[in-house]
């Protein structure tokens, strides 16, 4: 296997929920939702993750980009020159050094344009309201200027040139349909200085015309920007079509690892994607 961009290193996390014991008594009981598990993801490659649902798999990934604390273990990510243990790292630290998120409900702003999701997705930016009207400096509003210039670049880099996208900069995000928002929560990760994009099932609830397109931005990610793609995937087609690596997660581990034809004949992965 090629080099690893991330080592993650005997990573447990539980939650604690209350219960009613045998007794009729409350009682807080500890589970384990991920338990002792290691994994590495080859740099410059797509790695699926697959699993039921309830498996852990956003869980690990809210891990890795520290919204949530392990238990124990470590997480290390190796960029270009270093080795930087990330385990105990806010998530915008983590997102500065180079790890960006599409979350499972795309969390993209319904209420700010598109050009505007594009404008907070940017490393400079991070989260700050993009366009503050006051105190606005000549320096400001060059910045702003060569991140809309980014943006358009971007769209028409992925989507050719006269796209709807830019075309429709100025219309509320809200007002596109679920896929066009899909493809928008994807694309403004290219605004963001990353070199690892973890994707939280980027082609749930698409339409199935939308989905070759989807396939066709996550591969161009690998490509054509050299990133590294970390994507959490129901749709075994898509695992198939696209992925280089694959890893099926059950009982808190990894419990199936290898390429996608063959991580799908391990007869546990058949019952859940296949029902057979
Ligand atoms: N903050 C929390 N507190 C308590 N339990 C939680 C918390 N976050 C997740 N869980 C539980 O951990 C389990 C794993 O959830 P997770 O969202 O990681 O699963 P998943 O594999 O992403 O599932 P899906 O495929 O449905 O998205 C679930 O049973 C969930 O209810
Ligand atoms: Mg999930």
Known sequence: MSESILNIDSITKSFVKNIVNVHGNNEDER??????LDLLVPKGKITALIGGNGAGKTTLFNIISGFVESDSGTVL????SNSINISKMKPEQIARIGIGRMFQDNHIFQNLSV?????????????????NSFFRTKKNKEVEENKIEKAKEIFENIFGNNNSFWERKNDKAKNLSYGQKRLLGLTRLLMGNYQLLLLDEPSAGVNASIIPQIMEIIKSFVDDKDLTVFLIEHNMKVVLDIADFCCFMSHGKIAALGTPDDVISNDEVRKIYMGA
């Open 77 to 80: 990510y190796n960029d270009k």
């Open 115 to 131: 050009l505007e999701n594009m404008l907070i997705a940017d490393s400079n930016t991070f989260g700050e309201i993009p366009i």
């Open 31 to 36: 589970y384990f939702i991920i338990d002792d």
